[in-house]
Structures are given as structure tokens and as C-alpha cells.
Nanobody, 117 residues
Framework: QVQLVQSGGGLVQPGGSLRLSCAAS????????MRWYRQAPGKERELVAD????????NYAGSVKGRFTISRDNAKNTVYLQMNSLKPEDTAVYYC??????????WGQGTQVTVSS
């Protein structure tokens, strides 16, 4: 079955960096685009970044553009989110996401990122 297992995250000071990983299994990883979402306390879940199957097409939310980098390694079935210059407002639970077909969604288990001094 499809599994998305996240790692990384934690507590970091403002201006610091973290890298999140999402290891996929149970399907042909290179055949699907991937996304990262985040949800801050009291807020709706928002799309942070997405990456095409090949990794050649990438999009970012305006709030993270220039600071975050999404990438994927199709040989390792893993998608990454490198987060630099972190701000307190980046504090949230981060999720990797996969959509198959028209309406089948899969989510990673979520990873807490806390940016605080």
C-alpha cells in the first residue's frame, strides 16, 4: 500500500535551516508529482511547494519563495523540502502529499517545525 513517511523537522532559531524528507513506497514514485503543505495552529492547511514527476517544474507559495527548496530523488523515492532563513511564521506542521487519479489523496504523518528563539 502507499506510504509516505516523513523525517526531519524540530526546533530551530530564526534564520536557521531545516530539511524535511518524505520517503514514499507502494507505488511508482517517479510517475507522480509531489507537494508539501503546512498547517499552523488555528489556520487552514496551505500549499508550500510542489514538484513535477521529473523535478523540472517547481512552484512555491509566495511566502516561502527564495527561502525554501523542494527537490526529489526518484532513485531513492524521496522528496525533500530544504528550508532556509526560517521565520517564526514558518512554525507549523508540515505534510508531504500525493494525489493519484482524480480524488485519491495520501498524506505523510506530519512533522512539527518550530521556529523560535
Amino acid at each position: 500500500q502507499v506510504q509516505l513517511v516523513q523525517s526531519g523537522g524540530g526546533l530551530v532559531q530564526p534564520g536557521g535551516s531545516l530539511r524535511l524528507s518524505c520517503a514514499a513506497s507502494g507505488y511508482t514514485f517517479s510517475s507522480y508529482a509531489m507537494r508539501w503543505y503546512r498547517q499552523a495552529p488555528g489556520k487552514e492547511r496551505e500549499l508550500v511547494a510542489d514538484i513535477s514527476r521529473s523535478g523540472l517544474t517547481i512552484n512555491y507559495a509566495g511566502s516561502v519563495k527564495g527561502r525554501f527548496t523542494i527537490s526529489r530523488d526518484n532513485a531513492k523515492n524521496t522528496v525533500y523540502l530544504q528550508m532556509n532563513s526560517l521565520k517564526p511564521e514558518d512554525t507549523a506542521v508540515y505534510y508531504c502529499y500525493l494525489r493519484m487519479g482524480w480524488s485519491t489523496d495520501y498524506w505523510g504523518q506530519g512533522t512539527q517545525v518550530t521556529v523560535s528563539s
